[in-house]
């Protein structure tokens, strides 16, 4: 049995006395296993970034930079073997898993410029002999908490930014899929990364709330479900720490009645069922708007979905492959169940698909709801399976209305030729992330990705100059140099002005 230790200077001598099972999705089985680390292991890694991470914050912007420079072309030459090793925990295909790893890649294309951005403000004569400028110092030790649906994006996410700005972080993946987020910190070090500058410690709930109340931490960034996100949220907060904290998502697709339907449903075959719907960024309602335009989406979205390939993930010719586990298997199988007792009409089942010669594997078919409706439970929570549903809508303020009104505000598509229609439902509904005819509107490295309601709590969102504000806090230094006169002595006593 493989054990999965953690990345901490001095070894990982971990004292775990617990541990998490990684399974193969694929075949089913438990292919190695990790030991859920506890607070004397944060201790350790916290008084290892301690001790590395004023000397990285004092190394000039431009080396920290070089060491991305270098990271990145070190998993460019890893890819393979990064994206196969994800896949065989996660479960999604090797082209998508090269995605997951190129999508992190981005943000530290983005980090290999920092220094740019990391310019302060300057003022020179803000009054009398005055000047005022101000710089942007790292926290010092940040944390991100990772969920395992994309374990090379989303710790690049975090890291790269926090990292390239000075501080050293330390990293709890999701103990699903820990192997990229190890190999990741292994190639920093051999990047150029000091000791201590990235570490990896892995665990539960325990291990969250050793990093959410340890005094040394001073930012921490989360990505998972909604109502963790809100607990890492408020614990954090109330222990004096900044945080981010993304959540999840019920992302829709508006269908305008004008819109390219062929191009719709390629769109949508691969939002809602790639990654098995295992994305934050997945669509997995579908709004036409009209009776018509839902009739002849179902018409052209029923044999598209049954001509999906579902396989293994080193499968070539797969569309998607198994889910992470059975739990996870168990739960989207029980919300197809809660869709058909709400009265929801099932159009294709996905439940009981098995993959020959792979019977144990987490496969789940795609699945097809027509009818669903707004009081139900398995419209209003998050699914994260290869389950699209059909919510059929009147008409234009309908369309607008149903994502604005959800309980999440991740992202949301609308597919439509007309551009006054797109802008107005741009500019109107009430979520963080607008794709126009773009089904995954993920926005690049060098803007930010963060979504509204229940899918975010805190203020800034992740990379881009969102995560530089995040990763850094502001200094701002008003200077005089008297020039040998004798100021207005008067004046000591009253608030400085600049009049
Ligand atoms: P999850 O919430 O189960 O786990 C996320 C992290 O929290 C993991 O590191 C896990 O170890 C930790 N954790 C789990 N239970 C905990 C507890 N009780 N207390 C403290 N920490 C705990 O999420 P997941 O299943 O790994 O990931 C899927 C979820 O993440 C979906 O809801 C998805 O929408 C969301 N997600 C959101 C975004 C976004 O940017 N908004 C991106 C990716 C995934």
């Given at each position: 049995?493989?054990?999965?230790?953690h990345v901490i200077v001095?070894?990982?001598?971990g004292s775990a006395t617990r541990f998490g099972?990684?399974?193969?999705?694929?075949?089913?089985?438990?292919?190695?296993?990790v030991g859920l680390g506890t607070q004397a292991d944060l201790d350790r890694a916290v008084a290892a970034a301690e001790a590395a991470q004023?000397?990285?914050?004092?190394?000039?912007?431009?080396?920290?930079?070089?060491?991305?420079?270098?990271?990145?072309?070190?998993?460019?030459?890893?890819?393979?073997?990064?994206?196969?090793?994800?896949?065989?925990?996660?479960?999604?295909?090797?082209?998508?898993?090269?995605?997951?790893?190129?999508?992190?890649?981005?943000?530290?294309?983005?980090?290999?410029?920092?220094?740019?951005?990391?310019?302060?403000?300057?003022?020179?004569?803000?009054?009398?002999?005055?000047?005022?400028?101000?710089?942007?110092?790292p926290i010092g030790i940040g944390a991100g908490i990772t969920p395992f649906n994309f374990p090379?994006?989303i710790p690049m996410w975090m890291f790269?930014v926090a990292i390239?700005t000075?501080n050293a972080f330390i990293l709890k993946p999701s103990e699903r899929d820990p192997?990229?987020p190890v190999?990741?910190a292994?190639?920093?070090?051999?990047?150029?990364?000091?000791?201590g500058i990235l570490q990896v410690v892995h665990g539960d709930k325990e291990m969250v709330d050793a990093i959410l109340d340890h005094p040394s931490i001073g930012a921490i960034s989360f990505v998972g479900s909604s109502d963790i996100a809100h607990y890492v949220y408020q614990r954090g907060v109330a222990a004096g720490k900044r945080v981010q904290a993304m959540g999840g998502?019920?992302?829709?697709?508006?269908?305008?009645?004008?819109?390219?339907?062929?191009?719709?449903?390629?769109?949508?075959?691969?939002?809602?069922?790639?990654?098995?719907?295992?994305?934050c960024?997945?669509?997995?309602?579908?709004?036409?708007?009209?009776?018509?335009?839902?009739?002849?989406?179902?018409?052209?979205?029923?044999?598209?979905?049954?001509?999906?390939?579902?396989?293994?993930?080193?499968?070539?010719?797969?569309?998607?492959?198994?889910?992470?586990?059975?739990?996870?298997?168990?739960?989207?199988?029980?919300?197809?169940?809660?869709?058909?007792?709400?009265?929801?009409?099932?159009?294709?089942?996905?439940?009981?698909?098995?993959?020959?010669?792979?019977?144990?594997?987490?496969?789940?078919?795609?699945?097809?709801?027509?009818?669903?409706?707004?009081?139900?439970?398995?419209?209003?929570?998050?699914?994260?399976?290869?389950?699209?549903?059909?919510?059929?809508?009147?008409?234009?303020?309908?369309?607008?209305?149903?994502?604005?009104?959800?309980?999440?505000?991740?992202?949301?598509?609308?597919?439509?030729?007309?551009?006054?229609?797109?802008?107005?439902?741009?500019?109107?509904?009430?979520?963080?992330?607008?794709?126009?005819?773009?089904?995954?509107?993920?926005?690049?490295?060098?803007?930010?990705f963060g979504g509204?309601?229940r899918s975010a709590f805190g203020d800034t969102n992740q990379h881009?100059?969102e995560g530089?504000k995040f990763w850094t806090k502001?200094?701002?230094?008003?200077?005089?140099?008297?020039?040998?006169?004798?100021?207005?002595?008067?004046?000591?006593?009253?608030?400085?002005?600049?009049?």
């Open positions: 049995m493989r054990d999965i230790d001095g070894g990982a001598g099972d990684v399974f193969d999705p694929n075949t089913g089985k438990v292919q190695a296993r004023p000397g990285w914050a004092a190394t000039n912007p431009q080396r920290r930079a070089r060491v991305m420079f270098n990271f990145k072309a070190l998993v460019e030459k890893n890819m393979d073997a990064l994206a196969h090793l994800l896949s065989s925990e996660h479960g999604k295909v090797i082209a998508d898993a090269k995605g997951d790893i190129q999508r992190g890649l981005e943000v530290i294309e983005f980090c290999c410029g920092i220094p740019h951005v990391l310019k302060g403000e300057y003022t020179q004569g803000a009054g009398p002999g005055i000047d005022v400028y101000s710089m942007r110092q090379g994006m790269g390239a000075g192997s990229v190999r990741l292994e190639l920093m070090l051999e990047a150029g990364a000091p000791e998502a019920k992302n829709h697709g508006i269908v305008m009645p004008d819109a390219d339907l062929d191009q719709v449903v390629a769109d949508l075959s691969g939002a809602a069922f790639g990654s098995a719907g295992e994305r960024m997945a669509l997995p309602v579908v709004v036409p708007v009209g009776e018509k335009t839902a009739d002849n989406l179902r018409a052209k979205l029923i044999p598209a979905i049954e001509a999906l390939r579902v396989g293994v993930s080193t499968d070539d010719d797969a569309h998607y492959g198994p889910v992470v586990n059975a739990a996870h298997k168990q739960r989207v199988e029980n919300w197809i169940q809660t869709g058909v007792d709400e009265g929801a009409e099932l159009v294709v089942d996905g439940r009981g698909f098995q993959l020959q010669g792979h019977e144990e594997g987490f496969f789940i078919g795609p699945t097809l709801f027509d009818r669903v409706t707004t009081d139900m439970s398995a419209y209003k929570e998050e699914i994260f399976g290869p389950v699209l549903q059909i919510v059929r809508a009147p008409d234009f303020e309908t369309a607008v209305r149903l994502p604005s009104e959800h309980q999440y505000g991740n992202g949301v598509a609308i597919f439509t030729r007309n551009g006054h229609a797109a802008r107005e439902f741009a500019a109107r509904v009430n979520v963080g992330m607008v794709g126009i005819n773009v089904p995954i509107p993920v926005p690049v490295a060098y803007h930010s509204w309601k881009g100059m530089v502001v200094k701002t230094i008003t200077q005089r140099w008297p020039d040998g006169g004798v100021g207005d002595g008067a004046n000591a006593f009253v608030i400085p002005t600049m009049g």
